[in-house]
């Protein structure tokens, strides 16, 4: 039974550049959140979609964040200008009618 | 009063000792209270959770606390062992919006 998928699972790129990060949730659930987790900052909560419709999108930094989810299977996150404060982990979580949230293994974001 | 408080930041224990992580709430409407657990390179996943109609919730070697009139609540981990090493998370949540509130985190380290 596959979990959370995400892609890539490393991203190294230079400040300035476009960065989309993508997210399969498991099949049937109906909630995506995606989070951004930095040593000084903890684990974040970016923007939540339920039913592939944004609800929440109060913890998105700035203009420079946006996130997508064209069908229920599949959501992107795009950053862009990247900065390098931007470097993170970025995890993608699903869920299904309720409140466990399961996570993708996450992309680690390198901005040069 | 969306913040959940969590205590200590790092913690170390012997392996045969007992772990203890505490989080305390502000909002009354919560009425979910889970754990999650992280190992490095990995995304949380859901370790325990309660409701406040109990004040204690076992499962194996893990325990939550409830103490509702404080609004506090505790991770409790029984004999403690190397393969507990990892980052600590609580969570609340209350109503029809799925969104969980995160602690800041505690990471554990059982040395052998």
């Known amino acids: 039974d596959a979990g959370v998928i995400q892609s890539p699972r490393h991203e190294v790129t230079e400040m300035g550049q476009e960065v989309t990060l993508r997210c399969k949730p498991i099949?049937?659930?109906?909630?995506l959140f995606w989070y951004r987790q930095t040593m000084m900052r903890g684990l974040e909560l970016l923007i939540y979609?339920?039913?592939?419709?944004?609800?929440?999108d109060s913890g998105m930094p700035e203009d420079r964040f946006s996130a997508k989810m064209p069908n229920a299977s599949f959501s992107t996150l795009k950053i862009q200008p990247s900065e390098p404060r931007d470097s993170a982990v970025y995890f993608c979580?699903?869920?299904?009618?309720?409140?466990?949230?399961?996570f993708g293994p996450g992309t680690r974001l390198t901005v040069l | 009063q969306q913040q959940v408080k969590q205590s200590p930041q790092s913690l170390i224990v012997q392996k045969g000792g007992i772990s203890i992580i505490n989080c305390a709430y502000e909002?009354?409407?919560?009425?979910?209270f889970p754990w999650y657990q992280q190992f490095p390179g990995k995304g949380p996943a859901l370790l325990i959770a309660?409701?406040?109609d109990v004040s204690e919730k076992k499962e194996g070697r893990f325990t939550i606390s409830f103490n509702k009139s404080a609004k506090q609540f505790s991770l409790h981990i029984m004999d403690s062992q190397p393969g507990d090493s990892a980052t600590y998370f609580c969570?609340?949540?209350?109503?029809?919006?799925?969104?969980?509130?995160w602690g800041a985190g505690t990471k554990l380290i059982i040395k052998p």
């Open positions: 979580a699903s869920s299904s009618m309720g409140y466990t949230q399961y």
């Open positions: 099949s049937g659930h109906n909630s």
């Open positions: 979609f339920n039913n592939n419709v944004p609800i929440d």
């Open positions: 909002n009354t409407a919560f009425d979910y």
């Open positions: 309660i409701r406040p």
């Open positions: 969570a609340a949540a209350g109503g029809s919006n799925y969104q969980l509130i």
